[in-house]
T-cell receptor, first 115, second 117 residues
Framework: AQSVTQLGSHVSVSEGALVLLRCNYSSSVPPYLFWYVQYPNQGLQLLLK??????LVKGINGFEAEFKKSETSFHLTKPSAHMSDAAEYFCAVSDRAGGYQKVTFGIGTKLQVIP | EAGVAQSPRYKIIEKRQSVAFWCNPI?????LYWYQQILGQGPKLLIQ????????DSQLPKDRFSAERLKGVDSTLKIQPAKLEDSAVYLC???????????????FGEGSRLTVL
């Protein structure tokens, strides 16, 4: 069975500081991994995805994530936080176990950016 | 390309009443998902369709929730009767399904926020 663990339901950083949001996964087969961002009163939108190509993945708004199979991790980073990055971030794992593509989300990490 | 459309955006009902949510996925997307997102939690899959067939409804409370996807296009999620704990945002998402090309990348609608009083 697949699962996602996001450490830290709330993270606060100062504007201009490094953003690090942690995600660990478990999957019985090679997974695809995603980060989604959700702004208030909106649906989720894709930030970036790992689909078995390069292990370092770059996404929108300056975010990137690195797939580390040995650590079963897919942490999200951004070198310098901007006020507009304040949102909730969800890590998701997708694998094809059982004949169809199943997608499971973590509980989310709410990012606060302090001016 | 039009995105995933959902309606209504907001709904307030009394407990024991019924409610229905509608979703129209991106054209050509064979897989449609309904997720429930309770405040402070991640999205939880309620039901997943591939074309008009159900592939996963293991977490759907079938005594009160039902969903259909007629003709493999748009979908309706119904709750009857509603309980207080059903207050949540109901997210619809779709993804393309081509042999060997479905990574599980989801395209979400803006969600339907349900408040049960």
């Amino acid at each position: 069975a697949q699962s996602v663990t996001q450490l830290g339901s709330h993270v606060s950083v100062s504007e201009g500081a490094l953003v690090l949001l942690r995600c660990n996964y478990s999957s019985s087969v090679p997974p695809y991994l995603f980060w989604y961002v959700q702004y208030p009163n909106q649906g989720l939108q894709l930030l970036l995805k790992y689909t078995s190509a390069a292990t370092l993945v770059k996404g929108i708004n300056g975010f990137e994530a690195e797939f580390k199979k040995s650590e079963t991790s897919f942490h999200l980073t951004k070198p310098s936080a901007h006020m507009s990055d304040a949102a909730e971030y969800f890590c998701a794992v997708s694998d094809r176990a059982g004949g169809y593509q199943k997608v499971t989300f973590g509980i989310g990490t709410k990012l606060q950016v302090i001016p | 390309e039009a995105g995933v459309a959902q309606s209504p955006r907001y709904k307030i009902i009394e407990k024991r009443q019924s409610v229905a949510f509608w979703c129209n996925p991106i054209s050509g997307h064979a897989t449609l998902y309904w997720y429930q997102q309770i405040l402070g939690q991640g999205p939880k899959l309620l039901i997943q369709f591939q074309n008009n067939g159900v592939v996963d409804d293991s977490q759907l409370p079938k005594d009160r929730f039902s969903a259909e996807r007629l003709k493999g296009v748009d979908s309706t999620l119904k709750i009857q009767p509603a309980k207080l704990e059903d207050s949540a945002v109901y997210l619809c998402a779709s993804s393309p399904t081509l042999a060997g090309a479905n990574t599980g990348e989801l395209f979400f609608g803006e969600g339907s926020r349900l408040t049960v009083l």
